[in-house]
């Protein structure tokens, strides 16, 4: 599935407020979902490597489910880091459709 550059945008912002430590954008972009501040600190802390922003080619490295009944996509969306490249580090996201506007979540950070 072809993500719209909004939604890509969007992503590539949230990633750098990751890379950048900027809990303050992520909470007033609402972007925590059903993650929390002590709980992206610790997995990153674990992963022992630095975040860095991807390559402009990333996109096509997400993989996108749609809800089945319509309400919304998955994204799983690797991350990169100064020691790996392309990391096995993955930031789950979830796109809401909610009336005239869509809402980004993150919904997990693991190792896949």
Known sequence: MKIEKSLELEIIDLI???VNGDFDKISAKNWY???NKPDIEARIS???NTLVLPPASFVEKI???EYKDGSGLALDVPLWTEEEGMSDLTLSLELIYEEAKTKLQMTDLRIL
């Open 63 to 65: 993989d996108t489910y």
């Open 33 to 35: 979902g059903r993650l």
């Open 46 to 48: 674990e992963h022992a």
């Open 16 to 18: 750098e407020a990751l």
